[in-house]
């Protein structure tokens, strides 16, 4: 007697996925369409804060306010003669290298401290302590302790954003689920590999937190410690053309900054959308 075989109909098996690619497509053209939208409001807001200030700098004595023509301008000049140039590059020096000793440091020290409960119980009043102390204040100790040279500014970038990037790769360690943990116990996942393939995909999005924030506070730093040091970097420029009521080239090296702050921001937000793609 010929067994006979009976096969589900193609077209049920292939609905679902049809209707899911339907789905991932319709809501693509939607962000795409979100997103246009998005730029065109971006571009307008800019046109007309643009159109403000040049109206309103136009109307303003030169020593207080500057349009964005004159902004322009000195930008050409502070270019074409290189000392926007040197002072960008000293400040991305001091900036690089305090922000990646602050995020290797903070992020070891975080996880160290939510892995191992005693340790973290241990030095969370000490870290609570330095995380309120004014970083501002310390600068003069700094140049006692390092005078004025790049060491103290590297020094300086590192305390402005260390502790947000410690805490918020503790918080992380210590929010994930208990019961994730429990389940990959029972499956006999060694604590090294708990470590790597549990808790760390687990706390990246408040690790990447906590590096935002940190770039903008490791910013901040970097001006400060410049400005009070007042020898090299944009915060030399700004010291400099200020006390000479040059408003142009001031905020020549406060757009400056504000650029660095922005593209610092989308390069984390791009590794972060690379290192978290399984989250989409």
Known sequence: MTEQR???PPTLIAAPARTETRRLSQRARLLRRVSARERTLQLALLVVVLGLWEWFGS??????????TRIVAAAGDMIESG???SALADSLLALMLGFVFAAAGGVAVGYAMGWWRTLGRTLDPFVAALYVVPMAALIP???VWFGLGLASRVI????FCVFEILLSAYA???NVDPYVLDVAR?????????LRKVVFPATLPFMFVGLRMGASRALKGMIVAEMLFAVTGL???IIINAQTFRMDRVLVAAITVALIGVLLTAVLQGIERRVMRWRE
Do not use: Y
């Not at 109307?59 to 964005?68: K, Y």
């Not at 300086?156 to 305390?159: D, N, Q, S």
């Not at 029972?186 to 708990?194: N, P, S, Y």
């Open 6 to 8: 009976v096969e589900s």
């Open 59 to 68: 109307r303003a004595s030169n020593f207080s306010f500057a349009p964005p």
């Open 83 to 85: 000392e926007l140039q």
């Open 141 to 143: 100790a700094m140049i």
């Open 156 to 159: 300086v970038v590192f305390l």
């Open 172 to 174: 992380g360690v210590k």
């Open 186 to 194: 029972t499956f006999g996942v060694t604590r090294a590999d708990l």
């Open 235 to 237: 915060g030399r420029l």
